[in-house]
Structures are given as C-alpha cells and as structure tokens.
C-alpha cells in the first residue's frame, strides 16, 4: 500500500511539473530551456510511475 501511494504521490508531483513549468514561462517565470528541461524530466517520471498503480486494484501495486 505504500508502494502504490508513493507511485501515485510521484506521478501527480511529475503532472503539477508538466502543467507548472508552461505556466511559470507563460507568466516570464522562467526561460525556455529550463521550462523544456523541467517538462522533459517531469514526462519522463509520470511515464515510469503511472503505469504501475492507475488501472490496478488497491491491493496489488
């Protein structure tokens, strides 16, 4: 059960980063590179976390 809530926590954290870092640049918060740096990584973590708790009942991830 921890397994699967830090999953969970890892991949809504790597979301908020995808949708956070577009919008920091959109408000001049931060420049285009860090921006496609940020949204690279943050892909790159929902990618290798979502896949092992979403579609699976709560006691098996």
Known sequence: MVFRRSLQAASWLALAVVVGAPTAYLFDGMPLDVVQAWMLGGTVVWF???PFWMG???GTA
């Open 56 to 58: 699976r009942p709560a």
């Open 48 to 50: 290798l976390a979502t």
